[in-house]
Nanobody, 123 residues
C-alpha cells in the first residue's frame, strides 16, 4: 500500500511559478511510474504529466507542454511538478498518483492517489 501526500499548492499570479511535491511512503517508490492530474470545478480529472519509474521517459498534456516539468528523486521518494508561466486556466486541485501500467496518460493506469493540493492562479 502506497500513501501519497501532495504539498506546494497555493495562490500564484498569472505568469508566476509554483512547485508541487508529492511524498510517497509504504511501498517501493522506485518501482512505480508517477503521474500528476488536475481537476477544476465542474470538470473531469485530467492528465497533466507523468514520469516513468526510472525517469527515463516523461509525458505531458499539450496544455502544459513547455511550461511544466515533472521530475522525481527516488532517494527521497518524491515526485515534483515545476509549474512556470502559470495561467488562470491552470487553477485546479492537483493530484499525484502512482501506478505500474505502461499507459501513463490514463487515469486507469494508476492505483494509488493522493488527497490533492489546491492551485489557484489569479489573472
Amino acid at each position: 500500500q502506497v500513501q501519497l501526500v501532495e504539498s506546494g499548492g497555493g495562490l500564484a499570479q498569472a505568469g508566476g511559478s509554483l512547485r508541487l511535491s508529492c511524498a510517497a511512503s509504504g511501498g517501493t517508490f522506485s518501482k512505480y511510474a508517477m503521474g500528476w492530474f488536475r481537476q477544476a470545478p465542474g470538470k473531469e480529472r485530467e492528465f497533466v504529466a507523468a514520469i516513468s519509474w526510472s525517469a527515463g521517459s516523461t509525458y505531458y498534456a499539450d496544455s502544459v507542454k513547455g511550461r511544466f516539468t515533472i521530475s522525481r528523486d527516488n532517494a527521497k521518494n518524491t515526485v515534483y511538478l515545476q509549474m512556470n508561466v502559470l495561467k488562470a486556466e491552470d487553477t485546479a486541485v492537483y493530484y499525484c498518483a502512482a501506478g505500474r501500467s505502461a499507459v501513463l496518460t490514463s487515469r486507469v493506469a494508476y492505483t494509488y492517489w493522493g488527497q490533492g493540493t489546491q492551485v489557484t492562479v489569479s489573472s
